[in-house]
Each structure stands twice: as structure tokens, then as C-alpha cells.
């Protein structure tokens, strides 16, 4: 389409771009206005003149709009039609680009009005509600609706407030376990650290009947001598993370030297170049990969007394080490500590888990390509022949292998784990299943277990975090830096299985179901009996102070009111005829809170140091309540 040239010299020359400028990006709307603009602004054409002011002779004051209309309305024509070949000559890609520009930058105008009118008309109707609520509440006494424009506007700002709060909340905190969406925080202020972990019932009811001795756990644990933790790791029962905190989250005065990249730390005696630790993390698997008990209680002396290695050796003076094949057998003063010929004590330690829980973790693991082939299984001063422990695979490992298979293998050493590695094997014979009839071997397995498990100085539960940090620490007497986590959520409780796997896994594990409920009452009940000690301790002790408090109230009055008698001599003899039964009823009183004072003494160090028997308990609380009773006799007296 060809111009006039009268329109062409109007609008000049067409725009070029300048030397290096960038290509258009933008919307081509805005470019058309930018190109009508520029055009408009250079000398000569009809625009500029008009944007100039009125033509030469002609006042300001002169109507000029309606002459100037046709020029305007004639450039505008001709811009538009200027720009339309320009735009036909585009590229299809390019103009559909340019269109679908357009479009975009029309919906988010439309979006946002959109957006501006809703939250509008949002406020508007929160208003009228809290206005309504507002009358209702208060009735004659205030109306929201005749409220002025600044209260409107602080109501407003109140509500804005809040729905910036809840949307930031949401971002912050998404999920249901929120610590600050919890009701709890807000009913207890102080809530138990120990409360239920495992989210089951909080009252516990026993179903075993343990004595005081089997309940009170307290090591003299002495990490300047010879004593030294033995840690027994199960597979799968969450041992890596318990021997870590041993080893780097515990309140020592010299810690363990742990090194990046390193899996093994320094755990050394303070002052001393030898160990107060043997675990996976402080001295590496010595007495192989995952050793049970049949094999610690054999190794670990012979390893500390320097026959397989010097450097873990606690004295030099004494090297006559040799193995305890059965601790479980001790002595009522050595149930808490297996005891070497040199003198050493080995406190035994573990951590057991649900079986089911822990079966499926160890199905998992061996998926993944575990093997645990560097096991040696040593018992009785050998490992066990092909014949005697088969295995369940034929090639370097048994990974991608479905649960089916892995249930269906009979040398599985995963069903009832946890009963084999706390028993002692020797009893049995070893991994030789000709000894004896199954049913007769399993029932010594399972009560050597027990009575090794319950003999131990320490043992924990996967499912009981926190209650197995406080065990820990009221048994050792050492403290923990941080708190112990407790994760639910495992690879074991990732496997979704029905009901009739988990029974058979159960029944393949029939063994390590009844060990697991033996050792969690045996734990809770521990912990319930610590606990009630613990309470106890801390009643006796304020009881204490407050007989402390009475006893120095009673010592100045006293010693005021004598010193009030020695300076008026005269009127006391007038007013008391005999002097003498003050200061002898004030002596004795004295003597006896000082009595009841350094009894109670004493019977705080008698409970430290030794353990009484329940006709002990009789006698001492007969002799508090005698001195107690005394205490409050000599007060009605002076009275």
C-alpha cells in the first residue's frame, strides 16, 4: 500500500535502530506507542507542531482543539497505517509470539484487578461479619457499625494481620508435627521429657516380677582405672547411632578425638594412652565383624591384656587375661560385670529393637548388598564348617532378593538374631544342630539370653530414645551433651506388608518376640523405679532442708532470748524462779536436732554405699520416725 507523499514527509523517515541497540523483547503494543512517539517528536512533522502550540499569529487564548483534530486524527491513521505492513512483514513464529505476548500481558492485567477486587471485597465482608459478631457481643454497649473511619481502618489492618500470620505459619510449619501446633505445649507447661515414645498406652502394667536388685542399675564405672565398656552391636537395631553418641555426644573431662573422614575416634583415659571404650567407632570390629556374645566374652580379655593388640592394654603390670566362657553365671556380687583374672571389669552394653521392625530392616540392608561375610561366628575357639552354617545365596551377594525368598531360606541368620547374639552358643554346642533335640536348644538359647541380658550392666530399646539416654546416664553416672531423637519413621516401617507376612515373620522370630517382651518390661520397669527413686531422693532432701531451716530458727531464738536473760539478770530471777530449766531445755534441743541431723547423715552414706535389705528399711525408717518423734517432743516441751 503506497503513502501520499504529503503523509510521508509528515512522518519522515522510517525509524531505524541504532548502531548496537538490542532487539525488541518487549510487547510490540509498547513499541508501536514508542515509535508514535519518537515520530511525533521530531521537527517537522504534524505532532510536533501540534504539540508546539498554536500556529504562528494565533493567540493562547484561541480555541485551537477543534483545528487541530483532523491533523490528529490523520497522523494516527497514518501511523496505524504504516505499522500494519510493517507487522505483515514479520516472520508466522514471530507474530504468533508477539500475539501470544499480547495475550499474556492482557490476562495478568485482568488477573490482577481480579486479585485486587477480591481481597477488597474479602475485607469488605470480614468487616460487615466481625461488625455483626461485634454488635452481637457487646449489644447497646458499642456498634461496630457507627464506628468511625479509624477504627475501620485498625479493625482492617487487625485482619490483614492475622491472614499474613496463618499463610506465613503454613510456609514456616506445613505439617501436623509442628511443635508449635501442638496442644500439648500449651495444656503442660513443662512437659515430660520421658512421656510414652512409642505413642502406647502411658500406664504401664508389669508382667514380670523382678527383684530390687535386677531394678537398680549403678555402675561404679571408674573411666580412671581399669573398667571398660564392652558394646555389643546387633545388626539392625540402631547400634550405629548409639555408638556414635558414645563417642561424640557425651559430657567427658577428655573427650574422644574424632577426626573428618574417619570413622574410628581416640577414646582415651584422661591423662592415659589407653581406652575406656570397645565398640565399632573407639577400637574398630577387633573381634570381628559384628561379634556376639559368645565371642566378646572370649576376646575382649585376651584382646585388653595385650594378646592380639598392645595398643588397648588398661595396665602393664598384669597380663594374665584369659577368657569367661559363661558371665551369665556370676556371682550375685558380679552379675553387673564380667571380671578377667588381671582384674579388669567389662561392662556389657546393647540395643535391641522390635523383631518385626527389625527383621524387615535387614531385609532391606541385604537387598541394598550387605553380606556381613567378614563375621567369623567364632565358638568354642572355631568358626563353624559349610556344613553347619549354610549359605542362602550362591553368588558374591544376595542383593534385589525378594522378602519371599528371604523368609523361605531355613540358614537365614536373621530369624532370631537377637536371642543368638546375647546367648551363650557353648552351652548348645555351638552352630552344630546334631547336639541336641531343636525344641531343647531353643529354650537354652532363650534363657541364656535372658538371664545375660538382664546380668548386663546397660541394655536399651531402639523404640525408647529418650528413656534409654536417662538409663544410660542415671547407671554410668555420665551425662549425655544433647538429647537423644527418636525416629519413627524407618526404612522397616517404609514396607508396607500384610497381615499374614508379618505373622509368619513373627513366627520365624518366635525366639526374639518373647526375648523383646521380656526386655521391655524389664526396661520399663527399670525406668519406672529409677524414676520413683529419683522423686524420692529429691522429697527426702527438701525434707532435710526444712528441718535445716527450723533447727537454725529455733538455735538464734534461743540464743537471743539467753542473751536477753544474761543482760537483765534481776528480772529473769524475779520473773523465772529457777534460770537453770530454760538453758537445759534449750541444750536439749539442740542436741537432739544435731542427733537427727548426722543421723540422717549417716543413712544418706549407708544407702550410697551399700544396698539395703528390706529388714534394714524397717529399722531405719522406725529409727526416723524415733528421731522425728523425739524432734517433735522436744518442741512441745520448750513450748
Request: glycine residues 6%.
Amino acid at each position: 500500500m503506497a503513502l501520499p507523499a504529503c503523509a510521508a514527509r509528515a512522518l519522515g523517515p522510517p525509524l531505524q535502530p541504532e548502531h548496537g541497540a538490542p532487539a525488541r523483547t518487549t510487547c510490540p503494543r509498547r513499541h508501536s506507542r514508542v515509535e508514535a512517539e519518537l515520530a511525533a517528536s521530531r521537527p517537522g512533522s504534524v505532532s510536533a507542531s501540534v504539540r508546539a502550540g498554536p500556529p504562528r499569529g494565533v493567540s493562547h487564548g484561541f480555541n485551537s482543539r477543534q483545528l487541530l483534530d483532523e491533523p490528529l486524527k490523520a497522523s494516527a491513521s497514518l501511523a496505524g497505517a504504516l505499522r500494519a505492513p510493517l507487522f505483515a512483514l514479520l516472520p508466522r513464529g514471530r507474530r504468533r509470539r508477539m500475539n501470544d505476548l499480547r495475550r499474556r500481558w492482557d490476562l495478568g492485567s485482568l488477573c490482577r484487578a481480579l486479585l485486587t477486587r477480591g481481597l477488597a471485597a474479602l475485607g469488605h465482608s470480614l468487616k460487615h461479619v466481625l461488625s455483626a459478631i461485634f454488635s452481637k457481643i457487646f449489644g447497646p454497649l458499642a456498634s461496630v457499625g457507627n464506628m468511625d473511619e479509624k477504627s475501620n481502618k485498625l479493625l482492617l489492618a487487625l485482619v490483614m494481620f492475622f491472614l499474613f500470620a496463618v499463610i506465613v505459619l503454613q510456609y514456616v510449619c506445613p505439617g501436623t508435627e509442628c511443635q508449635l501446633l501442638r496442644l500439648q505445649a500449651f495444656s503442660s507447661p513443662l512437659p515430660d521429657p520421658y512421656r510414652s515414645e512409642d505413642e502406647s498406652s502411658a500406664r504401664f502394667v508389669p508382667r514380670y516380677n523382678f527383684s530390687r536388685g535386677d531394678l537398680l542399675r549403678k555402675v561404679d564405672f571408674d573411666i580412671n582405672g581399669d573398667d571398660l565398656i564392652v558394646f555389643l552391636h546387633i545388626q539392625k537395631t540402631g547400634g550405629t547411632t548409639f555408638g556414635r553418641h558414645l563417642v561424640r555426644n557425651i559430657q567427658l573431662e577428655q573427650p574422644c578425638e574424632c577426626r573428618v573422614g574417619q570413622k574410628k575416634c581416640t577414646c582415651h583415659r584422661p591423662g592415659k594412652r589407653e581406652t575406656w571404650l570397645f565398640s565399632r567407632f573407639s577400637t574398630g570390629w577387633s573381634c570381628g565383624l559384628h561379634a556376639d556374645w559368645t565371642e566378646l566374652t572370649s576376646c575382649v580379655p585376651a584382646v585388653v591384656d595385650g594378646k592380639r593388640d598392645a595398643r588397648l592394654r588398661p595396665s602393664s603390670k598384669d597380663r594374665r587375661g584369659s577368657p569367661n566362657t559363661n558371665p551369665g553365671a556370676n556371682s550375685p556380687s558380679t552379675k553387673t560385670r564380667n571380671t578377667s583374672k588381671s582384674g579388669k571389669n567389662f561392662h556389657y552394653i546393647t540395643i535391641l529393637r522390635d523383631p518385626v521392625s527389625r527383621y524387615l530392616s535387614e531385609w532391606r540392608h541385604v537387598q541394598r548388598g550387605a553380606t556381613w561375610k567378614a563375621s567369623l561366628h567364632v565358638c568354642d575357639g572355631r568358626p563353624p564348617t559349610s556344613e553347619e552354617l549354610p549359605s542362602c545365596y550362591t553368588g558374591d551377594d544376595w542383593s534385589g532378593c525378594p522378602l519371599k525368598e528371604f523368609m523361605d531360606c531355613p540358614y537365614n541368620l536373621a530369624n532370631n538374631r537377637q536371642v543368638r547374639m546375647l546367648s551363650d552358643l557353648t552351652l548348645v554346642g555351638c552352630y552344630n544342630l546334631s547336639v541336641m533335640p531343636e525344641k531343647q536348644r531353643n529354650k537354652v538359647l532363650l534363657e541364656s539370653a535372658k538371664s545375660n541380658l538382664k546380668h548386663m550392666a546397660f541394655f536399651g530399646l531402639t523404640e525408647f530414645q529418650r528413656k534409654t539416654q536417662y538409663l544410660f546416664e542415671k547407671t554410668f553416672n555420665m551425662n549425655f551433651i544433647s538429647p537423644f531423637t527418636q525416629y519413627n519413621t524407618t526404612r522397616a516401617s517404609s514396607v508396607e506388608i500384610n497381615e499374614d507376612i508379618q505373622k509368619r515373620i513373627e513366627r520365624l522370630n518366635f525366639l526374639d518376640m518373647e526375648l523383646y517382651s521380656y526386655a521391655k518390661d524389664l526396661f520399663l520397669q527399670r525406668y519406672q523405679f529409677m524414676r520413683q527413686k529419683e522423686h524420692q531422693e529429691a522429697r527426702r532432701k527438701r525434707q532435710e532442708q526444712r528441718k535445716f531451716l527450723k533447727g537454725r530458727f529455733l538455735q538464734t531464738h534461743f540464743q537471743s532470748q539467753s542473751q536477753s536473760q544474761s543482760q537483765n539478770p534481776s528480772q529473769n530471777q524475779s520473773q523465772n524462779p529457777n534460770p537453770n530449766a530454760n538453758q537445759s531445755l534449750t541444750q536439749n534441743l539442740i542436741q537432739n536436732l544435731t542427733q537427727n541431723s548426722s543421723q540422717n547423715l549417716s543413712q544418706k552414706e549407708n544407702r550410697s554405699n551399700q544396698k539395703q535389705s528390706p529388714g534394714h528399711k524397717q529399722n531405719d525408717s522406725s529409727s526416723g520416725s524415733s528421731g522425728t518423734n523425739d524432734y517433735i517432743g522436744s518442741v512441745e516441751k520448750w513450748r
